[in-house]
T-cell receptor, first 113, second 113 residues
């Protein structure tokens, strides 16, 4: 059964690039990875999603190597407001075209001045 | 759009009482998810629906929990009887077309004394 593993916490400083890696063994070609951000007292918020290689949007990049055993969320030039918990989510394709959702336990990112 | 709407926002009840949490997904979304979040257990997927049909309820903790989606614009999560260990923040989320990009509601903070 697939599972996801993320670091519990990370520290960074304003202006730095932050890379958070999620390990997810046993995922197939049609399984995709999504990352979420959560601030205290709020629900998680979608950041980025992808199947393979690299995806970039206005806030982050997602790197997925060829072996698909991990994915890396990259936050360029973080600010204090990026202090939050970041979750990876793997959506596994199952019978009947349904998906099994596997959430990571979250990485608490602290951005320091 | 108003986003995902959850009610009540806070609920305090005594052990043994029935609790009903309500969710209105974003109009037009065909997926609806119920989550529970605690410090100890993190974010847990309880159940999700596609077109009002339950797809995966493997996260529902026990028979005391039940979820229904009578139509595309309304869902309930019921706990009967409630126990102190059910105290948590319960989130509802919805998505369109695929399970990855979910939009979360503000959550219901449940306290069972």
């Amino acid at each position: 059964l697939a599972k996801t593993t993320q670091p519990i916490s990370m520290d960074s400083y304003e202006g730095q690039e932050v890379n958070i890696t999620c390990s997810h063994n046993n995922i197939a070609t049609n399984d995709y990875i999504t990352w979420y951000q959560q601030f205290p007292s709020q629900g998680p918020r979608f950041i980025i999603q992808g199947y393979k290689t690299k995806v970039t949007n206005e806030v982050a990049s997602l790197f997925i190597p060829a072996d698909r055993k991990s994915s890396t969320l990259s936050l360029p030039r973080v600010s204090l407001s990026d202090t939050a918990v970041y979750y990876c989510l793997v959506a596994l394709l199952r019978a009947g075209n349904n998906r099994k959702l596997i959430w990571g336990l979250g990485t608490s990112l602290a951005v320091n001045p | 759009d108003a986003g995902v709407i959850q009610s009540p926002r806070h609920e305090v009840t005594e052990m043994g009482q029935e609790v009903t949490l309500r969710c209105k997904p974003i109009s037009g979304h065909d997926y609806l998810f119920w989550y529970r979040q605690t410090m100890m257990r993190g974010l847990e997927l309880l159940i999700y629906f596609n077109n009002n049909v339950p797809i995966d309820d493997s996260g529902m903790p026990e028979d005391r929990f039940s979820a229904k989606m009578p139509n595309a614009s309304f869902s309930t999560l019921k706990i009967q009887p409630s126990e102190p260990r059910d105290s948590a923040v319960y989130f509802c989320a919805s998505s369109l077309g695929r399970v990855g990009e979910q939009y979360f509601g503000p959550g219901t903070r449940l306290t069972v004394t």
